[in-house]
């Protein structure tokens, strides 16, 4: 067995049905023990994502935070996941990403409190936080504690380099190159150069590019999903209904929106939970870090805000993505040169070409490049961080940022299948170290949680201000 092969094999029993059963069980966990407060104060939330006041602890605003997350988590996994999973599982697979999300609302909220609640002061007045810290600091048993938090952050530094950067590069670079011929050592060096004037100024560069480019870029992808599926109206409704009729089939079943494709409900489960799991990364620990960085009065006050990001990466962006493919009638459709199913980013743009003739290619072009560089800059505040818990030392922390800047350019100019095996493993094995931090200090967000809801929530949805720093 050559190493390639053994990695591959090693990254399906990671992201294994355990795996997807232990993310989506912490989730319903999760949101019981909090009595579905995320779900019913999921618009309260939205709304929450815009208060901003300067006086509160914390580097960047909490609407430059979410942008910091949602950079990392809104990415090709936005639009070539999606199309894979409908491949793979059946239309109904989107049906199961948006009950996986649903659930990862209570799991990002949980993590994101922990994050704030034990973040600290790094040796540069910069918040630090993030699962480690609350590992360390939350769990009683030290040696587990210090362990957990151990392997996490060496977790978050290895898949910093290949999920965050190496294979994002590598979809911006392979997407330029199939559709205008652009070189890819020309793309790899842009994404260099552009990265590094970000990077090296740290979370402040990284949070106002970030609030402008990730709102700019939704915004883009959100008009031209949504002329597309104006312009199929026609067969949206019955596109929805194949949705729900695959995702609870016991039996194997093709037909309608679905072409040739065939899936039992197991099949749309798995692959509708994976993908989005990997796209909105509820459970991994990854969104946390951004969240400790925020100005806020209380924990739970982000913990809502942060949340919102599983809400905008899976139940709009990858709903949009489903739907345009969904109605387009591409899917189940064959490449007339290979005879192969359509898939993956080749599929969505067979769908939006539907409506806009060539310029589909533009418009994926122009989404995945910019979805891909974003979730270049949020990665690397992730892995930054990491790095920042296990080598305290600031110059390797600016060597850092400078050394991830540079392996773009070899991510856009290499061949990734190894190394997207690898990263993708290491992005799993971080999930594990987190849940079962939040299972562990679940009385400490439960407690967080009800105080803030009978403190702050109830008064403010009267119409009151409420700081917990300054009273009311």
Known sequence: MDFATLMADINNFVWGPVMLGLLVGTGVFLTVRLKFLPWRNLVYAIRMIFRHRD????????????????????GTGNIVGVATAMVLGGPGALVWMWISAAFGLSTKYAESVLAVKYR???????????????????IKNKFVGRTLA????????????????????????AALSSSYAVPAWLTGGVI????????????????KVSSVVVPGMAAFYFVAATIVIIANIEAVPAGIVEMFRMAFSFDSVAGGVGGSIVATMLTSMRWGVARGVFSNEAG??????????????????QGYVNMTGTFFDTMIVCMLTGLVIA???????TNPATGELLSGAELTIAAFSTVFGDYGKLIISISLSLFAFSTILGWEYYGEKALEYLIKTRPVIMGYRILFSLVTFVGATTAL??????????????????????????????????????EVVVKEKQGEVVDMNCGS
Not at 150 to 173: D, H, K, R
Not at 284 to 298: K, M, N, Q
Request: with cysteine; aromatic share 10%.
């Open 192 to 207: 260099a150069f552009f990265a590094m004037v970000v990077l090296i100024r740290g979370i402040r560069s990284i949070g």
């Open 120 to 138: 600290e002061t790094n040796s540069v007045g910069e918040m630090s936080g993030g699962p480690m810290y609350a590992m360390r600091h939350g």
């Open 417 to 454: 299948e190894v190394v997207w095996n690898f990263s993708d493993t290491m992005n799993g094995l971080m999930a594990i170290p987190n849940l079962i931090c939040l299972l562990w200090l679940n009385k400490d967000i439960a407690d967080e949680c009800f105080e803030f809801q009978r």
């Open 284 to 301: 991994l620990g990854s969104a946390p870090i951004a969240a400790a960085a925020a100005r806020t009065d209380h924990a739970s006050r």
């Open 327 to 333: 109605s387009s009638g591409m899917l189940g459709a």
């Open 55 to 74: 006086e509160h602890e914390g580097d960047i605003s909490p609407f430059q935070s979410l942008m910091t997350a949602l950079s990392a988590t809104v």
């Open 150 to 173: 151990f392997l996490f952050a060496l977790f978050v530094v290895l898949s910093s380099f290949g999920i965050g950067n190496m294979t994002q590069a590598n979809s911006i670079a």
